[in-house]
């Protein structure tokens, strides 16, 4: 199997055919590509998601603005939470098991998921909403422990951008290929139209979602080139 590298943009673009194992060695080898996940993993679990549960609770407790959304008005109104999470977790079981054969794209992939998850927090905090009046629960267990708060409130403030979408969407840029890349992009279409039948999110969140995704894709990308760029130590 042929391992891409960052500078790859299609199957077909020049790169040493190395296995996963011997890509994953050369790769730590250098020793800017070290520093760049161990930052990235510093970050990510010693900053970020330590703070998030206490934000996701001071979101939910303050008050909100609900809006006009006559596209929202002429959707279906389904409980399709099943749909949306088979989607959504099936998306992230294959796009995040392709990149780890790859990995200084799955560098870039994770420095993006990190300025993702903080351009949502940021969004969130700066555009206080309520849910649609007409929302139906979907909870997700995994998310309300990782993400939210192990206790029973449920979240429903976190409305600008739609996260779901942007997690699919992000999934779809970071990996190569045009059925890959064409699959999860169809995903991410069917989990913004499916969170907006499910009410939990404004059409807005969902057309925003991929413009926030592509900034963090691309400033992701500002990041790893840094640990791409360095030569690997001579031996």
Not at 163 to 175: E, Y
Request: hydrophobic share 55%; with cysteine; aromatic share 12%.
């Amino acid at each position: 199997m042929r391992v891409l590298s960052y500078e790859d943009v299609s199957p077909v673009a020049p790169a040493d055919c190395l296995t996963p194992i011997e890509a994953w060695r050369r790769g730590w080898a250098r020793p800017a590509f070290r520093y760049s996940w161990l930052l990235l993993l510093g970050l990510m679990f010693g900053v970020l998601l330590p703070f998030v549960p206490n934000f996701f609770l001071a979101i939910q407790a303050r008050p909100g603005s609900a809006l006009a959304d006559p596209l929202l008005a002429l959707l279906p109104r389904h409980d399709v939470a099943t749909a949306v999470f088979v989607l959504m977790y099936g998306s992230a079981v294959v796009g995040v098991g392709w990149l780890t054969r790859h990995p200084d794209l799955f560098l870039r992939g994770m420095w993006a998921l990190l300025l993702l998850l903080a351009l949502r927090m940021a969004t969130i905090w700066l555009v206080p909403l309520a849910p649609p009046l007409d929302m139906l629960p979907m909870p997700d267990p995994f998310t309300a422990r990782m993400f939210h708060t192990a206790t029973a409130t449920a979240i429903t403030k976190d409305l600008f951008f739609s996260g779901h979408t942007a997690t699919v969407a992000l999934l779809a840029m970071a990996v190569r290929g045009r059925w890959w890349r064409s699959g999860l992009a169809l995903a991410s279409v069917l989990v913004g139209a499916l969170v907006l039948v499910q009410r939990v999110h404004y059409t807005y969140d969902v057309l925003a979602a991929p413009l926030f995704t592509w900034l963090a894709y691309w400033a992701g990308g500002r990041i790893a080139r840094l640990a791409a760029e360095q030569p690997e130590p001579a031996a």
